[in-house]
Nanobody, 115 residues
Framework: QVQLVESGGGLAQPGGSLTLSCAAS????????MNWYRQIPGTQRDLVAS???????NAADAVKGRFTISRDNAKNTVYLQMNSLKPEATAVYYC?????????WGQGTQVTVST
């Protein structure tokens, strides 16, 4: 059974930082590309950052230079370090594991950026 469990969400002040984690089980983690998405209620789910099995990374223009994705294959975990947070980062953040046609999602973690 595949499980992706996100953690680390919560409330942060504008300009603050949060680090999200996603622990995977039931997959050969090192073979999967890993992605972070976010979704505001009533809107589509948008790709925030991705990291390939070869550790190549990419990030959406809106977060480049402020958000960093990384992975630890020994811990089957992917991270999203979020710095200089803005109120518009408020959303539910989802972890995604992708290998060909195989795509798995976590349950999401809420991030709220507010004073």
């Amino acid at each position: 059974q595949v499980q992706l469990v996100e953690s680390g969400g919560g409330l942060a002040q504008p300009g603050g930082s949060l680090t999200l984690s996603c622990a995977a089980s039931g997959i050969t983690f090192s073979r999967y590309g890993m992605n972070w998405y976010r979704q505001i209620p009533g809107t589509q789910r948008d790709l925030v950052a991705s990291i390939t099995r070869h550790v190549a990374t990419n990030a959406a223009d809106a977060v480049k230079g402020r958000f960093t994705i990384s992975r630890d294959n020994a811990k089957n975990t992917v991270y999203l370090q979020m710095n200089s947070l803005k109120p518009e980062a408020t959303a539910v953040y989802y972890c995604n594991a992708l290998l060909g046609l195989h795509s798995f999602w976590g349950q999401g973690t809420q991030v709220t950026v507010s004073t």
